[in-house]
């Protein structure tokens, strides 16, 4: 038994514009949401932008912007996507080794969750050594400690002004372009 397929494209009901793989004797139930159905229009054509196509007469058309339809049904799940996406660059600055006096020091979580008990007695005993990202021990004294953390903590405040910044502009775009020129 040999499997014949073809695509068609369709506007969901929902408004979002999408391809879909019809198998031997399958059929699309909405057919005045069909734009192009390869049984009777040809293969379907190269390179077209999903959201911008509109059919004009026999053949697709690529329209300048988005149909508000598809917008509507996509752009929520972008701007998720985008402050998901933005929130884990966020938290890789945040933890990332960090160079400080000379040398690079190791900033993940639990290194700065230690850091700050160690800070909260208020002093730290003779021969206090913090290691480095290489493994090395350092001797700090209690403001040495205090500079590393400073350095740590002006870091996370630019990343975390960053990110206000970046999810601000994703709230507030209305296109798809829009969200997707928001970079980290």
Request: hydrophobic residues 40%.
């Given at each position: 038994?040999?499997?014949?397929?073809?695509?068609?494209?369709v506007?969901?009901?929902?408004?979002?514009?999408m391809?879909?793989?019809?198998?031997t004797?399958?059929?699309y139930?909405?057919l005045?949401?069909?734009l192009?159905?390869e049984q009777?229009?040809?293969?379907?054509?190269e390179g077209?932008?999903l959201?911008?196509?509109?059919?004009?007469?026999?053949?697709?058309?690529?329209l300048?912007?988005y149909?508000?339809?598809h917008?509507?049904?996509v752009?929520?799940?972008?701007?998720?996507?985008?402050?998901?996406?933005?929130?884990a660059?966020?938290?890789?600055?945040?933890?990332?080794?960090?160079?400080?006096?000379?040398?690079?020091?190791?900033?993940?979580?639990?290194?700065q969750?230690?850091?700050?008990?160690?800070?909260?007695?208020?002093s730290v005993?003779?021969?206090m050594?913090w290691?480095?990202?290489?493994?090395?021990?350092?001797?700090?004294?209690?403001?040495?400690?205090?500079?590393?953390?400073?350095?740590?903590?002006?870091?996370?405040?630019?990343?975390?002004?960053?990110?206000?910044?970046?999810?601000?502009?994703?709230?507030?775009?209305?296109?798809?372009?829009?969200?997707?020129?928001?970079?980290y």
């Amino acid at each position: 038994m040999v499997i014949i397929m073809r695509r068609i494209l369709v506007n969901k009901p929902s408004g979002e514009q999408m391809v879909i793989t019809l198998f031997t004797g399958g059929s699309y139930n909405d057919l005045a949401n069909v734009l192009w159905d390869e049984q009777g229009d040809g293969p379907l054509p190269e390179g077209i932008v999903l959201g911008k196509m509109e059919r004009q007469g026999d053949v697709l058309v690529e329209l300048q912007d988005y149909t508000p339809g598809h917008l509507s049904a996509v752009l929520p799940a972008a701007k998720s996507a985008k402050v998901e996406s933005l929130t884990a660059s966020y938290e890789s600055e945040i933890y990332a080794n960090i160079s400080h006096d000379g040398k690079t020091w190791i900033a993940d979580k639990k290194s700065q969750e230690t850091l700050s008990q160690v800070l909260s007695v208020g002093s730290v005993p003779e021969g206090m050594y913090w290691r480095d990202a290489t493994g090395a021990s350092n001797p700090m004294t209690y403001a040495d400690l205090q500079a590393l953390a400073a350095t740590i903590l002006a870091r996370g405040l630019a990343a975390d002004t960053n990110l206000s910044a970046k999810l601000s502009a994703v709230d507030g775009a209305s296109t798809l372009t829009e969200v997707d020129a928001i970079t980290y």
